[in-house]
């Protein structure tokens, strides 16, 4: 009997632990730059027969490419390291309610 009281008087602990815990505001989209690259304008076809014209556009395309890789690349690099932020976290939290469950383990064995 006391087991079961035990219990239960626990489960307002666990309510209170996991409604208590501390949230992470999350970062409004708004944070997050966008890209600055400048896309080339596409000269009409009469323009693009001038090789000099030609030769322009796409040396500006090369670097309009190269700035939307480095754009990625950063991108791809801050979410790698939110995820790693918001694995440890998990992980943190994994390791409070293994605490607490052992706790409330013992406490039910002593008051067999």
Do not use: H, T
């Not at 966008?34 to 090369?62: H, I, T, W, Y």
């Amino acid at each position: 009997m006391k087991k079961i009281v035990l219990a239960a008087g626990a489960l307002p602990l666990v309510l209170a632990f996991s409604a208590g815990a501390q949230q992470a505001p999350a970062a409004p989209a708004a944070d997050i730059p966008k890209a600055n690259c400048n896309a080339p304008q596409l000269p009409g076809s009469k323009m693009m027969e001038e090789q000099n014209v030609r030769r322009r556009f796409e040396n500006d395309m090369k670097m309009y490419g190269a700035c939307m890789k480095s754009y990625v690349s950063e991108r791809q690099a801050a979410a790698q390291s939110l995820q790693a932020q918001a694995r440890a976290q998990a992980e943190a939290g994994n390791a409070a309610v293994a605490e607490y469950n052992a706790k409330v383990k013992e406490m039910n064995d002593l008051a067999k």
